[in-house]
Nanobody, 117 residues
Framework: QVQLVESGGGLVQPGGSLSLSCAASGFTFSSYTMSWYRQFPGKERTLVARISFGGSTSYADSVKGRFTISKDNGKNTVYLQMNSLKPEDTAVYYC???????????WGQGTQVTVSS
């Protein structure tokens, strides 16, 4: 049974930091590309950051220099360190797993991040 369980969301003041985690199970984590997406109210999910199975990373322009994606294959967990948070970062953040050449992909349940004073 595949599971992606996000944690670490919450309320933070502008300029603050949060660290999200996504614990994976039920598939070969090290072979998958792991991503974080976010969804604003009434909008589609958009890519925030991605880390390939080999460790290459990419980021949305809006978060470059502020967010860092990383993973621990031994713990089957992907992280998103978010610094210098802005109110416009307020969204539900989702973990996503997919594998090159495969139609298999998985979503987590999402975690709310609210940046407000």
């Amino acid at each position: 049974q595949v599971q992606l369980v996000e944690s670490g969301g919450g309320l933070v003041q502008p300029g603050g930091s949060l660290s999200l985690s996504c614990a994976a199970s039920g598939f070969t984590f090290s072979s998958y590309t792991m991503s974080w997406y976010r969804q604003f109210p009434g909008k589609e999910r958009t890519l925030v950051a991605r880390i390939s199975f080999g460790g290459s990373t990419s980021y949305a322009d809006s978060v470059k220099g502020r967010f860092t994606i990383s993973k621990d294959n031994g713990k089957n967990t992907v992280y998103l360190q978010m610094n210098s948070l802005k109110p416009e970062d307020t969204a539900v953040y989702y973990c996503f797993a997919n594998r090159l050449g495969s139609t298999r992909s998985y979503w987590g349940q999402g975690t709310q991040v609210t940046v407000s004073s």
